[in-house]
T-cell receptor, first 111, second 115 residues
Framework: QKEVEQDPGPLSVPEGAIVSLNCTYSNSAFQYFMWYRQYSRKGPELLMYTYSSGNKEDGRFTAQVDKSSKYISLFIRDSQPSDSATYLCAMGIQGAQKLVFGQGTRLTINP | EAQVTQNPRYLITVTGKKLTVTCSQNMNHEYMSWYRQDPGLGLRQIYYSMNVEVTDKGDVPEGYKVSRKEKRNFPLILESPSPNQTSLYFC??????????????FGPGTRLTVT
């Protein structure tokens, strides 16, 4: 079983839709939870970062962490074609020397 | 501009021909790491470095070497490339004192094909 599982998609939705991206994990030691966005032919860039259960909002993006269920989500409201990218969840432990990434979900927002 | 640069961006080579992919960052980051990205497998860590002259294996180190002689540079060396090393490679760095658990800044990637 992989430490982090993410539905690879692809996911295609119309512009303006609410998008939900999800990851589950098995290691209860994870303390930090991140979402990276990766545009085609680019490196990943950090989108959201949180270390506690609950919701964190940044504009149209909301990151949700449920440590009891070992489940994290990224919600995108009023999705735009410019949101089309691959989204990777990542998790880390303080003092550890790596992040563990999900497989990535390819998202397309259709105008 | 703060950035991580990689060269080359694209490389096609033949089995057994030694190659080096360079990585450089201008943010004075202590932590640097190499990943490979393959379909269905996500990003997997190859090697990482906590500082100059300090390197260690990640999850998939076989067939790769690294060195860290200067803080800004972290080259990835394939002594004898094989077709199973065909992949998209990313270098990343992280802020001083934060290690790997904080934000990592990624380079643009190097697409390597080994025939």
């Amino acid at each position: 079983q992989k430490e982090v599982e993410q539905d690879p998609g692809p996911l295609s939705v119309p512009e303006g839709a609410i998008v939900s991206l999800n990851c589950t994990y098995s290691n209860s030691a994870f303390q930090y939870f991140m979402w990276y966005r990766q545009y085609s032919r680019k490196g990943p860039e950090l989108l959201m970062y949180t270390y506690s259960s609950g919701n964190k909002e940044d504009g149209r993006f909301t990151a949700q962490v449920d440590k009891s269920s070992k489940y994290i989500s990224l919600f995108i409201r009023d999705s735009q074609p410019s949101d089309s990218a691959t989204y990777l969840c990542a998790m880390g432990i303080q003092g550890a020397q790596k992040l563990v990434f999900g497989q990535g979900t390819r998202l397309t927002i259709n105008p | 501009e703060a950035q991580v640069t990689q060269n080359p961006r694209y490389l096609i080579t033949v089995t057994g021909k030694k190659l080096t992919v360079t990585c450089s960052q201008n943010m004075n980051h202590e932590y640097m790491s190499w990943y490979r990205q393959d379909p269905g497998l996500g990003l997997r860590q190859i090697y990482y470095s906590m500082n100059v002259e300090v390197t260690d294996k990640g999850d998939v180190p076989e067939g790769y070497k690294v060195s860290r002689k200067e803080k800004r540079n972290f080259p990835l060396i394939l002594e004898s490339p094989s077709p199973n090393q065909t992949s998209l490679y990313f270098c990343a760095s992280s802020a001083p004192g934060q290690g790997a658990s904080y934000e990592q800044y990624f380079g643009p990637g190097t697409r390597l094909t080994v025939t």
